[in-house]
């Protein structure tokens, strides 16, 4: 069997705050008004919330209102934007863990977010990650960013979670959309879900979620303290049985998230042990 257990994060509120205000604040967008009274209404009229964000993106870039937005823009904020407390140590410490309970055991590090992919590409632990899934712009001939490439949200994260599983990686289905459809033989999933840990916090990740826990994984609810008007949102996540923990977004060691997912990890690399064991007698 493989010993390999999948750490699947979201980025926006989860690892860092919303990277996409970060930029649009840093541009002199209010980002209140932006999210309430430019994306809302859209999304009151039907739209999904993720190309909704894009396109009032693009028209502002295109309008002259902020500075054009290109890819080049796009990549230097992910080199600069902040993370939350303890996230550029918690991958190592991790991966520490894991070999004192089983040297056999090896750790991946995911990315699914409905956040914008070369933001997210050139973040400081970008490097972390075997593998990042996000939303993303097409470009023009300036490097402007032109209309909306691909789109990450709610189930479509799910989709990502079965590439994993499968072991698909970016490069190996880029340009082949219906790969992950692609029947596998019973008991040959590369990372099963029960291997799984997925970390988020809003609810663009509650199909992830479900998923994960579902198929004997574990999930972890974050929350910002800062961010009470999140709280109650968060606190449903546990309410609904969505999340197996729900701990505030701060990274540190010895802190509870930090706790949360060393514990988790313990737990599953015990359980591939004992199962080997068994496979092994």
Not at 114 to 139: C, P
Not at 216 to 231: C, H, L, P, S
Request: glycine share 8%; aromatic share 10%; charged share 25%.
């Amino acid at each position: 069997m493989r010993e390999t257990i999948a750490v699947i994060f979201d980025f926006d509120d989860t690892l860092a705050p919303d990277s996409t205000s970060g930029l649009l604040q840093k541009l002199g967008v209010d980002v209140e008004i932006f999210w309430r009274d430019e994306v809302e209404p859209l999304i009151r009229d039907d739209w999904d919330p993720v190309p909704a964000y894009l396109v009032k993106m693009i028209q502002k870039s295109r309008s002259g209102e902020v500075e054009t937005i290109t890819q080049q823009m796009l990549e230097d904020w992910g080199q600069r934007l902040p993370l939350h407390v303890g996230v550029t140590s918690i991958f190592q410490r991790i991966r520490d863990h894991a070999k004192k309970i089983n040297p056999r055991i090896s750790i991946e590090f995911y990315l699914i977010s409905s956040g914008i992919e070369d933001v997210l590409r050139h973040t400081q632990i970008a490097h972390e990650f075997h593998d990042i899934w996000a939303s993303n712009f097409s470009y023009d001939e300036t490097g402007a960013i032109a209309y909306p490439k691909k789109v990450v949200s709610f189930t479509d994260k799910t989709r990502y979670i079965f590439h994993i599983k499968k072991g698909l990686s970016v490069d190996a289905v880029r340009g082949k959309p219906f790969e992950v459809n692609r029947k596998m033989p019973s008991g040959r999933s590369r990372i099963p879900l029960n291997q799984m840990i997925f970390v988020g916090d809003g609810y663009t990740d509650i199909p992830c979620f479900t998923l994960v826990r579902k198929g004997g994984g574990i999930a972890i609810g974050v929350y910002d303290n800062e961010r009470r008007d999140r709280w109650g949102r968060a606190w449903g996540f546990v309410e609904d049985g969505r999340v197996s923990n729900l701990v505030p977004a701060d990274f540190e060691e010895k802190r509870a998230l930090s706790n949360s997912l060393i514990m988790a990890v313990e737990s599953l690399a015990q359980k591939i042990s004992l199962q080997g064991n068994i496979y092994q007698g």
